[in-house]
């Protein structure tokens, strides 16, 4: 078997869709939607695969990674703003170990800052052994299968909702996203944020590409025809 380094366009798209329905701990920010955005939105962005191949070239593992360019120097994330990412496929602790250690050999390659991988359920124990650095972060979820997860559904801001007439539906156009995007603004504004995160081609990347995917769902609240939240 043999590590791969790969970029977007090189990554066989049946192979990497396969990594991901046999991976017991992949997610949307695993898929190649996620890295396109990503390329698309920021020119200092770039998405880095490295594919652990067996011998008839079916990938058996995967590390997505965006490079971030700033200044000369090169950062690396897995994945950014997702408490998901990091390796996935079912392969052993040594072979794990090894396909981690070339990650950080080709880092090492480039005056880079940081490599940041999420170790979603501490199952990559490795990363300790090569000295990463343990931060904690949370995510919630709703598990969509369970009758109990409409019991959110049910509580007093949605009943007043109802109440004020608000109707809840995906988006549907460019024009959609860009009055969703003065709201982005107008809330940064609201909360004094001196800096604005992204900007609207990111938005814009998100629904073109978005759009024809059971990836991605972009609700809008809708009140007299008008988007009041998102």
């Known amino acids: 078997m043999s590590i791969f380094i790969k970029k977007l366009n090189e990554i066989d798209e049946k192979k990497w869709e396969n990594l991901l329905l046999t991976s017991n701990y992949c997610s ?4 190649l939607f996620w890295a396109e955005v990503w390329e698309k939105s920021f020119s200092f962005c770039q998405a880095i695969f490295f594919i652990l191949e067996d011998n008839n070239g079916n990938y058996k593992a995967g590390l997505p990674l965006i490079q971030f360019k700033k200044r000369g120097f090169f950062s690396y994330f897995s994945m950014p703003y997702g408490t998901y990412g990091g390796l996935m496929g079912n392969v052993s602790e040594e072979e794990k170990l090894n396909f981690i250690k070339k990650v950080v050999e080709v880092c090492n390659q480039s005056k880079w800052l940081k490599l940041q ?3 979603f359920f501490e199952q990559d124990k490795e990363l300790e052994k090569l000295n990463f650095k343990k931060f904690q972060t949370f995510t919630q979820l709703i598990k969509l299968d369970n009758s109990n997860s409409e019991i959110g559904f049910k509580k007093r801001g949605y009943e007043q909702s109802l109440k004020r007439e608000l ?4 988006i ?3 024009e959609e996203v860009k009055i969703c995007y003065q709201l982005y603004l107008k809330t940064t504004e609201k909360h004094q944020l ?7 081609e990111f ?4 629904f073109l590409i978005g ?3 059971n ?5 809008v609240v809708v009140k007299e025809n008008q988007i009041k939240q998102l």
């Open 203 to 206: 938005y814009d990347n998100l």
């Open 215 to 219: 990836w991605l769902k972009w609700w």
């Open 194 to 200: 001196k800096k604005i995160k992204n900007p609207k």
């Open 167 to 170: 109707k809840i539906r995906e």
């Open 28 to 31: 949307f920010y695993h898929t």
């Open 117 to 119: 991988m999420v170790d």
């Open 211 to 213: 759009k024809n995917s």
């Open 172 to 174: 549907c156009s460019l």
